[in-house]
């Protein structure tokens, strides 16, 4: 249900910002959780409109994020040191969890410390397999004080890359529409009785993607290569008022109403 209640919140914010930005009436269309229905229905200059919705999140991210915050700070009297161990969001965290507290100890034990991990990766293979398999990102730690006992925290290992061009970011969006993950979106508009049908993607703060749309830059200068059967796009972020972006037939590139 809680996946559910995700979609329709940003359903009603992407309706919002479909009808602050093209000052017309905007219904939802699947109220109800009517299987196979899109989710948002409008009349835009004597033309009917469908719009699907469609959250871009990754399960992993969330849920590495969300397990994190869940541990908070772990005391362990058999430590000396504060640590942070940084865990790959790609992994099962079950058995590193389990491991973490005898290895810490064990890396202390030994000496080896942050301050020396080129001997993590370049001296100790056996040590540098076990990081691998446990998703151990990377480790830091710093001595410990009465007020911060000795104990670890458990954290989602950053990630990242180049950050993409806006024309990227479309092109990127138009792969994504075009892939077998999004097969229920383009069947969904597909299957709607309207003259026009258009998606309405919102891109999760782990995506690249979300940086570029997160702040107002000069708009797209070539039109997005749709997949069949969709005519228009629109583009945004769940960051707090993110900007939006949108491909309108009739209009071309055109900056929307912030999502709000």
């Given amino acids: 249900m809680q996946g559910r209640q995700k979609i329709d919140a940003a359903a009603h914010m992407a309706g919002r910002c479909v009808s602050s930005t093209l000052g017309v009436e905007v219904l939802a269309n699947d ?10 229905a409008l009349t835009h200059e004597e033309r009917t409109i469908a719009v699907e919705v469609k959250l871009v999140v990754d399960p992993r991210h969330r ?5 994190s915050n869940q541990l908070g700070y772990t005391r362990q009297p058999s430590l000396t040191y504060v640590w942070l161990v940084y865990l790959s969001p790609d992994k099962n965290w079950k058995r590193a969890l389990a491991r973490i507290p005898t290895l810490l100890a064990e890396l202390e034990g030994r000496g080896l410390l942050p301050e020396f991990a080129h001997y993590f990766w370049q001296h100790d293979l056996n040590l540098y397999i076990e990081f691998e398999q ?3 990102d990377s480790l830091s730690c710093v001595p410990s004080t009465e007020k911060h006992p ?11 890359g180049i950050v993409p061009e806006l024309e990227n970011v479309v092109s990127s969006a138009c792969e994504l529409m075009s892939s077998p993950n ?6 969904q508009l597909a299957e709607a009785e309207t003259d026009e049908r258009h ?10 993607e979300a940086i570029p749309l997160s702040y107002e830059g000069p708009l797209p ?8 059967g969709i005519d228009g796009v629109w583009l945004s972020t769940t960051a707090t008022s993110s900007p939006t972006i949108a491909w309108i037939p009739e209009r071309g590139w055109v900056r929307a109403a912030p999502m709000g």
Avoid: C, H, N
């Fill in 31 to 40: 109220a109800d959780g009517r299987q196979g229905a899109y989710d948002l």
């Fill in 221 to 228: 200068s070539d039109p997005p290569k749709l997949p069949k």
């Fill in 182 to 187: 999004m097969s229920k979106l383009r069947q």
């Fill in 63 to 67: 849920a590495a994020g969300t397990k």
């Fill in 134 to 136: 446990l998703g151990i």
């Fill in 150 to 160: 000795p104990g670890y925290y458990v954290m989602q290992a950053s990630w990242g």
């Fill in 199 to 208: 998606a309405f993607l919102i891109y999760g703060w782990e995506y690249m």
